[in-house]
């Protein structure tokens, strides 16, 4: 059993597996303190004001891409609309779509997997800022193909949009492991 523990991805994979049902079990549990769900409205927790914050930074870019954006407060929803679509119900943003769990999955990922610590303080904030600023751009398209093709809006939502944002966290995870978990030495060196 020993020998099996000494494994280096046996050690990260018991890590990860950890650190993930310790991030979901506190994620559930800060959900709720966080008073962020629809029975309790707080608009200072964590999930509402990174919500409010995707909705300003999506509305940003599609200011950016020439359209006037509006976003709207709920009590349970951030919604960013078109100006110049009167009839078009906006981009609904939820606790789910904020980004919050796959930030807190990228920084476990590499937390576990060996590397240099002082790699890790840099890496996991600029990739956290790198999934913000991805999912402000897939919350921006949402919001134009929401206003102009409606109809295309689920599939690009389920699946255009998922792929590139997983897509970019897999991307960081593939650099951090040939770029700075120092690996490839220990591949060398056997």
Known sequence: ?????????????????????????????????????????????????????????????TNLFGYTSVTEITQDLVIVRLEEFQFSHGTWIGEPCNGLKVMGLFSLFIIAFPGKHKHKWWFIPAGIIIIHFANALRVSGLTLIEAKWPQYLDFN??????????????????????????????????
């Open 1 to 61: 059993m020993k020998e099996i523990l000494k494994n280096p991805f046996i050690k990260f994979i018991l890590l990860f597996t950890i650190l993930t049902v310790v991030w979901f079990s506190l994620y559930k549990y800060i959900y709720i303190l966080d008073g962020s769900n629809i029975d309790q409205v707080d608009s200072s927790g964590i999930n509402k004001t990174l919500t409010i914050y995707l909705g300003e930074t999506a509305g940003w870019f």
């Open 157 to 190: 939502h389920n699946v255009t949009f998922q792929v590139l944002i997983y897509g970019i966290i897999f991307l960081m995870w593939y650099l951090w492991v040939q770029k700075f978990s120092g690996i490839n030495k220990l591949k060398s060196n056997v």
